[in-house]
């Protein structure tokens, strides 16, 4: 099933989608893998060129945990709203400071909008920024590299300022 969506067969109005996708047909990512279907149900409503995507995207990302790096999996339902604007209104204009009103808006090229775009960027505004698999992870030992969540250690992981060493031989 294609990601990509004519917009030039709807002239205006509104379009609803309802499309299931496979993890294989997503490029592989770096923060994240698939492991579930992505469902999109989705409303495209046009107004002249200007074109406004709303709807939800659902799936399951698997994550590494940032302390004790176990894969973990989160479920992912977010609703979006975005305004898409031809590329062609953008061109030409260079570098220029982006208005609060404009943070919604993305640009589609050729009448086609990429829906494989559209979801990805939801995928990656769903990662946590410090994604933990469980909020008390213990994480790695740093001297051992044991997993603290599944084993114990007698590692001391206390930290001696070598700078200050010289002092703490005066106390004796």
Not at 23 to 34: A, G, Q
Request: net charge negative; glycine share 4%; aromatic share 6%.
């Amino acid at each position: 099933m294609s990601m990509f969506y004519d917009v030039s067969r709807l002239r205006t109005g509104t379009d609803r989608l309802n499309r299931r996708f496979e993890p294989s047909e997503f490029p592989v990512e770096e923060e994240f893998r698939l492991t579930a279907p992505v469902a999109l149900d989705a409303e495209i409503h046009k107004d002249a060129t200007k074109v406004r995507v709303t709807g939800r995207v659902a799936t399951t990302l698997q994550l590494s945990c940032s302390r004790c790096l176990e894969s973990f999996e989160i479920p992912v339902d977010a609703v979006f709203d975005v305004l898409l604007l031809p590329e062609a209104a953008n061109a030409g204009e260079g570098e220029q400071e982006v208005a609060d009103e404009d943070l919604g808006v993305s640009f589609y090229k050729d009448e086609t909008l990429d829906l494989g775009d559209l979801m990805r960027e939801q995928f990656f505004l769903a990662v946590p920024m410090k994604p933990l698999c469980q909020a008390d992870c213990q994480g790695l030992c740093p001297v051992c590299g044991i997993n603290r969540n599944r084993d114990t250690c007698s590692c001391r992981s206390e930290w001696v300022d070598p700078r200050l060493e010289a002092l703490r031989n005066l106390r004796k």
